[in-house]
Each structure stands twice: as structure tokens, then as C-alpha cells.
């Protein structure tokens, strides 16, 4: 089989596409153990890229960011004193910062050393405010994806690791445009396919056996509450 030795060294469009096609049913079967992950990881795939994009300038304001915050702990490690601290920064100073943090794009790290200076934003966090706004740019720094690509492991959460990261991540991306004729694919749209990947390993493998016969069942009988209105709409 073209993934036994993982999806990341698969250069197959079509593959890709079917991962992507079952994440949604990827994150219900995570959030059958944490009730609000499907509410908070749809206002994060979906809402509030459309709120940040529909402003004459890109930026974050605080109560975005302390609900990313949320949804960034539901999907990983809840710490409480995280979602605490950075709900501590002011109006103000969320909005210029992270003003200026999609300003500095392309260049990422310096985009990711300015969202920093926010309380409780390391590298991690940074990258999801990026990869919300700039998905073409950045990609979440998930534990599942970087898991996923060889010579990750350890996961050291600098910007230095953010970036090795990232760049395997564009390399991807690169070769999928490449043969993929719709040349939709951005560092965010990977990094979605990387943790599906990884998560249903763990959870829901039956959902990756649809790989073998095009991936379309499972994809239709998801839930279309937790589910994007388009299959390609989520970012």
C-alpha cells in the first residue's frame, strides 16, 4: 500500500485529498472524549479565518485569541494556567501585536518572535494565530503532524524546531502543487492531513481503510454539524 510507511513521504495527491476528506470524523472521534473540541475546532477552521480576513488589516483581538488558547488546550495537553495568563493581555496590546505579526509575513520567524512578547504565546500558540490568518504561510505546530515527519522526534517547542518543521511542511506542499492539478495545497491544509493521519492511527483506524476504495464513505456519513460546509473549505 502507497502509505504503509506513512503519509508524509506520499507524493500522491489523491491520497492527501482523502485524509483530508475525513478529518472532520477524525476530530469527532477525538472530541467524543472532550465535549467542546468539535464547537472549537470548527470556529477555529472556519470563523475565524473569515472574522480576520474580513478586516481591512489582519489582526487578532483578545477575546480570539484566549478562545484559541481554548481550543489550541483541547487539542492537546490542557493547562490551566495557560488559558489564565494569556487572558491577562490587554485589548490593546493583542491587536498590535499580532497586527504587526501578519505585517512581517512571509518572513514567519519574525512573525512568530513578535506574537511571543504576548503572555503565554510561545512558538506553538503563535503558529496557530498564524496558520488561522495566513494559512498559506504557516502551519500549526501540532504534536500529531510533527510526529508524523521523520527527524522531528524530539519535539522541542523553539522557533528554531517551528521552523525545520515548517520547512518540511513547504517542501510538501511543494510537491503536492506540483502534481496536483488544483495546486491547492498550503502548509495549514498539510499539517490538517498530518494530524488526521496520526489521530486516527490511534483512534478510528477503519476511517484510513477507506484509502483502499477512494475514501468516499466515510466522508459522507459524517455529521453535518461538525463538519465544514465544503470539504475544501477548511483551512
Same mark, same amino acid.
Given at each position: ?7 508524509? @513521504?506520499?507524493? *500522491? ?12 470524523? $477524525?476530530?469527532?472521534?477525538? @472530541? ?5 473540541? +468539535? ?25 480570539? $485569541? ?9 487539542? =492537546? ?32 520567524? +519574525? +512573525? ?20 488561522? =490568518? ?16 521523520? @527527524? ?14 515548517? *520547512?518540511?511542511?513547504?517542501?510538501? $506542499? ?5 502534481? *496536483? ?9 498539510? !499539517? ?5 493521519? +496520526? ?15 477512494? @475514501? ?7 455529521? !453535518? ?11
Amino acid at each position: 500500500m502507497p502509505l504503509s510507511g506513512g503519509l508524509y @513521504g506520499c507524493e *500522491d495527491p489523491t491520497y492527501w485529498r482523502t485524509v483530508f476528506d475525513v478529518y472532520w470524523d $477524525v476530530l469527532k472521534a477525538k @472530541g467524543s472524549r472532550q465535549k467542546k473540541l +468539535a464547537e472549537l475546532d470548527k470556529w477555529y477552521q472556519e470563523e475565524l479565518p473569515v472574522a480576520i480576513s474580513g478586516r481591512r488589516e489582519k489582526y487578532l483581538t483578545q477575546a480570539e $485569541v484566549v478562545k484559541l488558547m481554548e481550543w489550541k488546550l483541547a487539542r =492537546g495537553k490542557f493547562r490551566p494556567r495557560l488559558q489564565q495568563l494569556v487572558a491577562t493581555n490587554s485589548s490593546e496590546t493583542v491587536e498590535s501585536c499580532t497586527r504587526k505579526a501578519f505585517q512581517l509575513l512571509p518572513d514567519v520567524a +519574525a +512573525a512568530i518572535t513578535e506574537l511571543s512578547q504576548l503572555k503565554a504565546v510561545g512558538p506553538a500558540t503563535a503558529s496557530a494565530i498564524l496558520a488561522a =490568518g495566513a494559512p498559506e504561510a504557516a502551519a500549526f505546530m501540532a504534536d500529531e503532524a510533527m510526529e508524523s515527519i521523520p @527527524g522531528l522526534t524530539p519535539i522541542q517547542y523553539t522557533l528554531k524546531h517551528y521552523i525545520l518543521y515548517l *520547512d518540511k511542511i513547504q517542501l510538501c $506542499v511543494k510537491k503536492l502543487n506540483k502534481a *496536483d492539478t488544483e495546486k491547492a495545497w498550503t502548509p495549514h491544509r498539510v !499539517e490538517l492531513c498530518l494530524w488526521a493521519w +496520526a489521530v486516527a492511527q490511534k483512534l478510528c483506524p477503519s476511517l484510513l481503510q477507506t484509502l483502499s476504495s477512494g @475514501g468516499e464513505k466515510a466522508a459522507d456519513e459524517a455529521d !453535518e454539524d461538525v463538519r465544514p460546509t465544503k470539504k475544501w473549505k477548511a483551512r
